[in-house]
């Protein structure tokens, strides 16, 4: 887990990266791809040449990028437990 701020704490998500993609494994074993495997950049000449001229750049973005993610994907598994709790407060089932 990492702590962001006092009140996010994020899982650490495990990473699985292949010669044309990479995605995100949940705790609780979803499989999540990540944004640049879904919009298909690194097959984009532009961007190719791109992080090949500029590695260390390429780099730090992705981490910035993975760690967007991670936290993109904690908010929204937070969100859906949250609403399986206050849902049955609005709607009688």
């Not at 190719?48 to 994907?73: A, G, H, L, T, Y």
């Amino acid at each position: 887990m990492s702590e962001i701020s006092d009140n996010i704490t994020l899982c650490d998500l495990k990473c699985v990266t292949g010669e044309d993609y990479r995605y995100y494994i949940t705790p609780d074993g979803k499989k999540y791809y990540s944004t640049t495997t879904v919009v298909n950049w690194d097959k984009r000449e532009f961007f190719k040449e791109w992080r090949k001229n500029n590695p260390n750049k390429s780099k730090i973005i992705q981490i910035i990028m993975d760690r967007v993610f991670s936290f993109q994907i904690q908010f929204l598994v937070e969100l859906f437990e949250i609403l399986q709790l206050i849902m049955p407060l609005f709607f009688s089932v």
